[in-house]
């Protein structure tokens, strides 16, 4: 069986005059940018820049949305019923959807951010409201493999596209070891561990056991230290498996 592999980045997530990661040195080493919605980073100028890059390198663009946090950048859990969240989600995705529409651009994907990401992974409500907004604009979503999130919405017949972390740590329940702050790593240790996943479908997790994951597409945070090391390493290592 062929593997076939994308590799992603959260970005436009600068604000005002705060910037926020490498988005202009990452953008060549990657196929699709989850591009940040206005509610943990972005503002309209910083979304608008960001598909403008991606349009010139022919990078293909999603909607990074998030819980209402701001200053919290979006890390932060939330207790938000499931209709009030749906409607959350469907007011970033439009937003950024204008301006997909007069960049000539299409939508491509979702991708949940943050503590919203992990809460879809474990939390009915919160994945079927993230549902429930997918099903309007009708693209895949990234998540989890293997919890709740997928399971959900493979039920309900919406795209469900594996995602695989780079630059973070799983523990022995295949759940990802989310941290405030994001630390440099190992950019050859990184490429190593993207292959694995890929072509053997396991992690090493942080208490050295080998779990089972699956990996379509490969997210490298922006806002890692070395970032761009990483995601050109990365794309080296995949190079012959990227679509």
Known sequence: MSIS??????????????????????MPFISEANVACGFHGSDPNHMAKTLRLAKEHGVKVGAHFSLPDLQGFGRREMKIDRDEMKNIIIYQIGALKGFLDEAGMQLNHL???????????????????????????????????????????????????????????????????????????????????????????????VDGIDIDVNAKTICVHSDTPNAIAVAEAVKSKLASFIS
């Open 5 to 26: 592999v994308n590799i992603n980045c959260d970005m436009g997530e600068s604000f005002g005059l705060y910037k926020m990661g490498e988005d202009e040195k990452i």
């Open 111 to 205: 991708k949940p951010h943050g503590a919203l990401y992990g809460m879809a992974a474990k939390y009915e409500e919160t994945a079927h409201a993230v549902a429930d907004a997918a099903q309007i604009f009708n693209v895949p979503v990234f998540g989890l493999s293997g919890t709740l999130h997928e399971d959900i919405f493979k039920a309900r017949g919406i795209e469900f596209i594996p995602e695989f972390f780079a630059d973070l740590d799983y523990d022995r329940n295949g759940n990802l070891i989310i941290t405030r702050e994001h630390h440099a790593v190992s950019p050859q240790d990184a490429a190593d561990k993207c292959y694995r996943a890929v072509t053997e479908g396991v992690v090493r997790s």
